[in-house]
Nanobody, 121 residues
Framework: QVQLVESGGGSVQTGGSLRLSCATSTSVFSINRMGWYRQAPGKQRDLVATITGGGSTNYADSVKGRFTISRDNTKNTVYLQMNSLKPEDTAVYYC???????????????WGKGTQVTVSS
């Protein structure tokens, strides 16, 4: 069964940088949109950034100019480069991908288990 495996979370001070990665655990037939979401304690899960198969990107207003999403289609991997981090960026970050596991299968939304990002002041 396909899984999304995230890495790169951790703890940094205000103004620091982190790079998150998310890859599929096995090869898949196709991946459409990929993205990152985050959920802070006691809050709902919110969109951070998405990227289509063609490379079109979308960002939450709160991260524009600081975060960059990218993908490597040859590795079935999506990245999130986070710069100028702020305490309010502290959350669990989840990877998401709309993908078809096989040529005959439908496209479904898959989620990673999440990786913690903590920014201290």
């Amino acid at each position: 069964q396909v899984q999304l495996v995230e890495s790169g979370g951790g703890s940094v001070q205000t103004g620091g940088s982190l790079r998150l990665s998310c890859a599929t655990s096995t090869s898949v037939f196709s991946i459409n949109r990929m993205g990152w979401y985050r959920q802070a304690p006691g809050k709902q899960r919110d969109l951070v950034a998405t990227i289509t198969g063609g490379g079109s990107t979308n960002y939450a207003d709160s991260v524009k100019g600081r975060f960059t999403i990218s993908r490597d289609n040859t590795k079935n991997t999506v990245y999130l480069q986070m710069n100028s981090l702020k305490p309010e960026d502290t959350a669990v970050y989840y990877c998401n991908a709309d993908l078809s596991a096989t040529a005959m299968g439908r496209s479904y939304a898959y989620w990673g288990k999440g990786t913690q990002v903590t920014v201290s002041s």
